[in-house]
């Protein structure tokens, strides 16, 4: 999928990195000229996810081993940013876990994981890259939330808890921070054709004809297609959208399903 937004000259930082949905945005944020730091806390993932983002554009991504849970790791990250490019304009706050398990069963450990990775992660992560955008004239901050952020799902107590914490945080971040030019949105990804869906599908632990047919559009999302929306967020076309949770599911949320 191409796109038509620009963002050369403009520095971006990109959670969760090395796989998935984050790769897939730190792919369409180089394809449109933005320089990159790759954060993960997978260290061969982002070895990887780099090499292959740098044949794109060559020296133009820098990896970034840690994880969002740890304060010192995500301010060292985002002084990266500014050194490399001399600021930091857009954020794509994307790392999270899943955590999914019958809520009389769910253990504490996994909820507090849950909590520390999906909300605290994504707070301290939006926090520290809204001190430098603040310093340095404004920015835009993409979290990562969900369809299940909005509507709920059994045994998915940790996640849509977390997730529709992300949702909220993201209002209160967006109107607190307007004054300083900084936008704060959300991108609520429904399914999404990853490399760990198709595992699922293969392993028999998804079924896949039953999500497309309970997909309105009749098909499961790219990740091309959420890292699209994700750089509407983070470009000048949305200019005047913030606090704003863009749920990208196909129709999933908006049907009643019986």
Same mark, same amino acid.
């Given at each position: 999928?191409?796109?038509?937004?620009?963002?050369?000259?403009?520095?971006?930082?990109?959670?969760?990195?090395?796989?998935?949905?984050?790769?897939?945005?730190?792919?369409?944020?180089?394809?449109?000229?933005?320089?990159?730091?790759?954060?993960?806390?997978?260290?061969?993932?982002?070895?990887?996810?780099?090499?292959?983002?740098?044949?794109?554009?060559?020296?133009?991504?820098?990896?970034?081993?840690?994880?969002?849970?740890?304060?010192?790791?995500?301010?060292?990250?985002?002084?990266?940013?500014?050194?490399?490019?001399?600021?930091?304009?857009?954020?794509?706050?994307?790392?999270?876990?899943?955590?999914?398990?019958?809520?009389?069963?769910?253990?504490?450990?996994?909820?507090?994981?849950?909590?520390?990775?999906?909300?605290?992660?994504?707070?301290?992560?939006?926090?520290?890259?809204?001190?430098?955008?603040?310093?340095?004239?404004?920015?835009?901050?993409?979290?990562? /939330?969900?369809?299940?952020?909005?509507? /709920?799902?059994?045994?998915?107590?940790?996640?849509?808890?977390?997730?529709?914490?992300?949702?909220?945080?993201?209002?209160?971040?967006?109107?607190?921070?307007?004054?300083?030019?900084?936008?704060?949105?959300?991108?609520?990804?429904?399914?999404?054709?990853?490399?760990?869906?198709?595992?699922?599908?293969?392993?028999?632990?998804?079924?896949?004809?039953?999500?497309?047919?309970?997909?309105?559009?009749?098909?499961?999302?790219?990740?091309?297609?959420?890292?699209? /929306?994700?750089?509407?967020?983070?470009?000048?076309?949305?200019?005047?959208?913030?606090?704003?949770?863009?749920?990208?599911?196909?129709?999933?949320?908006?049907?009643?399903?019986?």
């Amino acid at each position: 999928m191409t796109t038509s937004f620009d963002f050369t000259g403009r520095t971006a930082l990109v959670t969760g990195a090395a796989s998935g949905l984050g790769l897939a945005m730190a792919r369409a944020l180089s394809k449109s000229g933005a320089r990159l730091v790759l954060f993960d806390l997978d260290g061969d993932g982002l070895a990887k996810a780099a090499a292959e983002l740098n044949l794109i554009r060559p020296d133009s991504m820098t990896p970034f081993t840690g994880s969002i849970t740890d304060q010192s790791a995500v301010k060292a990250a985002c002084d990266l940013a500014v050194e490399l490019g001399g600021g930091l304009d857009i954020v794509m706050n994307n790392a999270g876990i899943a955590g999914n398990a019958p809520s009389l069963d769910l253990e504490e450990s996994v909820w507090r994981n849950a909590v520390d990775v999906n909300l605290t992660g994504t707070f301290l992560m939006a926090q520290a890259a809204g001190r430098v955008m603040a310093a340095n004239g404004g920015g835009s901050i993409i979290n990562t /939330a969900s369809m299940y952020g909005v509507v /709920a799902a059994p045994e998915r107590a940790a996640y849509c808890a977390t997730k529709a914490a992300v949702v909220a945080l993201t209002k209160v971040l967006a109107i607190e921070w307007a004054d300083r030019n900084i936008r704060v949105n959300a991108i609520g990804p429904g399914y999404v054709r990853t490399a760990l869906t198709e595992t699922l599908v293969e392993q028999g632990r998804l079924d896949l004809d039953a999500l497309n047919a309970r997909v309105p559009a009749g098909r499961l999302g790219t990740p091309e297609e959420i890292a699209t /929306a994700a750089l509407f967020l983070a470009s000048d076309a949305s200019a005047y959208v913030t606090g704003q949770t863009l749920v990208a599911d196909g129709g999933w949320s908006s049907y009643s399903y019986l």
